[in-house]
Structures are given as C-alpha cells and as structure tokens.
C-alpha cells in the first residue's frame, strides 16, 4: 500500500498498476493479486489509508456555518490530493473511511432545514461544482507569463462586435478572479437551502 501511495502521490492514479507495485517492492506482478483482487480494491484500500490518516475538523454547531466547514474541509483535502480526484470521477470508487463525511454532510443538510431528499439532490449539486473548481485547478498548470486564454480571449474583444462581453473587461482581468471558491460555495449554499424551505 505504501509503495501504491508513493507511485499515485507523485505521478497520478493512471501510473499506477499492478507490475508499478510488483516492481517497487521487488516482488512478481501476480504476487500482489494474492493482496487486491484487482487495481480498483487497490485504490480504494489506498485512498482508505489516506483518509484514516488525516485530521477531522473542528466543526462549528451552528448548521449552515458546519456544512459550509464540512464541504470546505472536503475541498481543501481533495485540492491538496488531486490523484483522489481523479479516481472520484472516472469511476465509483469510495473509500469506507469518508462515510463519517457524508453523513455529517447529508445530516448538516438536513440541520439547515431540507428533507432527506433535498439534501441528497443538494450536495449532488454542490460535489459537482467542488469537483469542477477542483478539476480546473488541477489542469491550470501553464508556462510561466503565459495569460490563460479564457481571460484573455473575452478581455481583448471589440465592444462593436460584443458589447456585453467587452463591458465584463474588468471582470475578467480583476486580480484574484480565479480564487471565489468560498465565497461561490457559500452562495451556491444559501441559494439551495433557500430553494428547499
């Protein structure tokens, strides 16, 4: 497992195998088939690891100051783990160790006023916004003084052609722009627990 976790921490889960394993601990790819069925059991045993291994947060009593705590948390360590991300959305992997998670999740959801239902089509919503600002994240990796061009493309338009978009200017070039992770979350938040009560 620990040899797993080096290979997905460094170079991602799509470097990982069952001969990457074999071949770190010196021992024949079939060898580890007697440990894990297969790579998926591997993952997830490997996420679980993770998962065990790090700190529960302090979270406040207050319901939607606590969900807003939990869904943070959740974000901060999946930004910090972007290979867990991309064993998340490429398949339905989970490991055991995050159900206390979901349930302070689904539990908060309900403290903030939504039925059972609601909460599970609430965070079906809110994982996948943290899962779309955590994947971008992960890809905007970009040569150095290199502007992205989704900002520079609509910044640099003609306002005769595209009004709208040129009266954005400041918007798009506005220091900081990409980092409204918190805030955006707190909106998208208060806007479906406002929806379902």
Known sequence: MAAAQEIVEREGSGALSMRRVAEAVGAAPMSIYRHVRDKDELLV????????DLPR????????????????????????????????VKGDLMAPSILWLLEEIYSAWQA?????????????????FLVGDLVQRAERARPEGRAPRQVSVPAAVDPAAYPTLAALHGYWTAPGR???FAGD?????????????
Request: glycine share 4%; proline share 5%.
């Open 45 to 52: 045993l490997v996420m679980d690891r993770v998962v065990l």
């Open 57 to 88: 947060p302090e979270l406040p009593d207050d319901p939607r100051a606590r969900l807003l705590a939990v869904l943070t948390w959740q974000h901060d360590e999946l930004a910090a783990r972007p290979w867990i991300v991309d064993v998340l």
């Open 112 to 128: 903030c006023g939504l039925t059972l239902a609601q909460a599970a089509e609430a965070n079906r919503i809110v994982w996948g």
């Open 178 to 180: 990409g980092d409204s």
């Open 185 to 197: 979350l707190a909106a998208l938040v208060d806007a479906l627990i406002a929806r379902a009560v």
